[in-house]
């Protein structure tokens, strides 16, 4: 596995990760066991890296320290950077995780409406529409909804949203197409629909099943995502190694029927202008979803995963670090020249640029 060191930074320790006994007087976590490095907010525990810097006129003015990692063809790490073995929230990255168990236990959905299912959507028109659609099969109405109540993800749609005098609504949250793909697999199979979001529903004992099968490993630990929905904690390796099952998943199973889905509506997965739906229609075949607190996964057709984390939660510096792997896999350059560096103002001018360091936007070798 290769490391790097940027001059001036030594990264900590690889983590080992490993179940332990809660500390006396901690609050019971939610829904499982988490380990010792989180609960004692052990920074070494992650072993974050320089992975991105803010060029300001050709000085450096900022760096973003992250974890990144390479898979290949059978699921095993290829190239690492910081602790990749360390156990990370994958937040909305996981939504085609939780799709794969939706799909196992009679989700009927394909097309469009299942790239809503595995959706962080902008809350365009025909987002909302299409979450009505799915509930409309399941039979139930908008407050079925456990969502949080929120506003529209996209910046046009929630200036929009806000002139017309509405407030935050279930419907408008960027994952209302998962929650009402929920809904409809607990009709499916009889399961109960008001509690659909605890930890103990057989939905989510099915996607943490899923999670743990398409990562290889257990769940190290469970949260809340911000949609209220379960989340489980995984290795970024586990992640990179997902995409790149989903992505390279054999004809019939559902791991392709969702990157299918995913790849033919890249829009329906994020929307106008969001980097993930310019990402996968940039490059044929591509998968890709990225997640809250600067997250980003992505897998090829060929079976190869990658994945990043940014320390800081910072989305400005995970779209260029991802670029910068994605031309590691051999990606072509011009392709991703709108991706690899992001533009620094000055007075209204171009003055420096936000890009990854040399030896994680140089092709391997």
């Known amino acids: 596995m290769h490391t790097w060191i940027m001059e001036g930074y030594t990264p900590a320790p690889t983590f080992d990760r490993r179940r332990t006994p809660a500390p006396s007087g901690r609050p019971p976590t939610y829904g499982g066991s988490v380990t010792q490095a989180a609960r004692s907010g052990d920074e070494a525990a992650f072993a974050h890296i320089p992975l991105v810097g803010v060029w300001r006129n050709g000085f450096l003015e900022s760096v973003h320290h992250g974890t990144a990692v390479l898979t290949g063809t059978d699921g095993s790490v290829v190239e690492g950077h910081g602790a990749v ?180 509506h890249p829009q329906w997965v994020a929307g106008t202008g969001r980097d993930v739906t310019d990402l996968m229609r940039a490059i044929p075949g591509l998968l890709a979803k990225d997640g809250a607190e600067a997250v980003y996964a992505v897998g090829l057709p060929d079976g190869r995963g990658a994945a990043v984390k940014i320390a800081d939660g910072a989305t400005r510096a995970h779209i260029v670090a991802i670029a910068a792997l994605l031309w590691r896999m051999g990606a072509d350059e011009q392709t991703l020249a709108p991706f690899t560096q992001s533009p620094v103002y000055g007075a209204g001018e171009v003055v420096g640029a936000i890009r990854a360091f040399p030896r994680l936007s140089e092709p391997a070798r």
């Open 85 to 264: 073995d360390a156990p990370m929230f994958p937040r909305s990255a996981n939504k085609p995780f939780q799709g794969l168990a939706m799909l196992r236990n009679g989700l009927d959905l394909d097309g469009e409406l299942l790239a809503l299912a595995c959706a962080s959507h902008s809350g365009e028109a025909f987002h909302l529409e299409g979450a009505r659609r799915i509930l409309a099969r399941a039979g139930l109405p908008e407050s079925a909804l456990r969502c949080v109540p929120d506003l529209p993800l996209g910046a046009a749609q929630r200036d929009a949203w806000l002139a017309g005098g509405r407030g935050p609504e279930r419907i408008a949250m960027n994952c209302s197409g998962k929650h009402a793909a929920m809904l409809l697999t607990c009709v499916r199979n009889g399961w109960s629909t008001e509690d659909y979001l605890a930890p103990e529903h057989p939905l989510q004992k099915a996607v943490r099943r899923a999670v743990e099968d398409v990562a290889g490993e257990p769940v190290a630990a469970v949260g809340v995502d911000g949609c209220g929905a379960p989340l489980f904690a995984i290795s970024l390796a586990g992640l990179a190694r997902s995409f790149g099952r989903f992505a390279g998943a054999a004809e019939g199973t559902p791991e392709r029927r969702i990157a299918d889905a995913m790849r033919a």
